[in-house]
T-cell receptor
Framework: NAGVTQTPKFQVLKTGQSMTLQCAQD?????MYWYRQDPGMGLRLIYY???????DKGEVPNGYNVSRLNKREFSLRLESAAPSQTSVYFC?????????????FGSGTRLTVV | AQSVTQPDIHITVSEGASLELRCNYS??????LFWYVQSPGQGLQLLLK??????LVQGIKGFEAEFKRSQSSFNLRKPSVHWSDAAEYFC???????????FGTGTRLTIIP
């Protein structure tokens, strides 16, 4: 089925470890996003990529880096994980700037940092 | 900066009763407005969207929402809820030329028999 695929679905890290969350979409969308979801805080934008070759910071970028590998793939890297990064991470994509059609979301990665 | 407020953290409704979830936004121009639904352990699914035209928009699963510029609101409604509607609902705002959506904090809906 067409859509946004995130891997892994679950991950436990020790403080200080690093990892990369993978995201791929097969809808030929231009824009891709990484959000984190925390109880009572809704979804907060970490980084986004308006088009292949560009990335920009969102609301909560500290402690994260991203790579727009190609039009399909947008990865999120935690260089040195901290307990404050325990969260559910969602990748999303959209057809074009302007959000006319809204986002398509992946099913999320639940990350626990101990 | 644009912002979204969902004043109700948790709502409980009886199955078959009507539902209204509130959403207020802060934005200078005409916003693009969205409602998403998230079932437990799942990603977010688009219910409906508004960006121009008729202020009453219809979405999937029998939901509708009305844009009221004078009240800066975009409330979600359903005439008769089903047990399967139990989920968390998010309102979001964006604008043309801005790639980023801003989400509200969500409203959790519980359905009782």
């Amino acid at each position: 089925n067409a859509g946004v695929t995130q891997t892994p679905k679950f991950q436990v890290l020790k403080t200080g470890q690093s990892m990369t969350l993978q995201c791929a979409q097969d809808m030929n969308h231009n824009s891709m996003y990484w959000y984190r979801q925390d109880p009572g805080m809704g979804l907060r934008l970490i980084y986004y990529s308006a088009s292949e070759g560009t990335t920009d910071k969102g609301e909560v970028p500290n402690g994260y880096n991203v790579s727009r590998l190609n039009k399909r793939e947008f990865s999120l890297r935690l260089e040195s994980a901290a307990p404050s990064q325990t969260s559910v991470y969602f990748c999303a994509s959209s057809t074009q700037p302007g959000q006319t059609y809204g986002y398509t979301f992946g099913s999320g990665t639940r990350l626990t940092v101990v | 900066a644009q912002s979204v407020t969902q004043p109700d953290i948790h709502i409980t409704v009886s199955e078959g009763a009507s539902l209204e979830l509130r959403c207020n936004y802060s934005y200078g121009a005409t916003p693009y407005l969205f409602w998403y639904v998230q079932s437990p352990g799942q990603g977010l699914q688009l219910l409906l969207k508004y960006f121009s035209g008729d202020t009453l928009v219809q979405g999937i699963k029998g939901f509708e929402a009305e844009f009221k510029r004078s009240q800066s609101s975009f409330n979600l409604r359903k005439p008769s809820v089903h047990w399967s509607d139990a989920a968390e609902y998010f309102c979001a705002v964006g604008d043309f030329g801005n790639e980023k959506l801003t989400f509200g904090t969500g409203t959790r809906l519980t359905i009782i028999p």
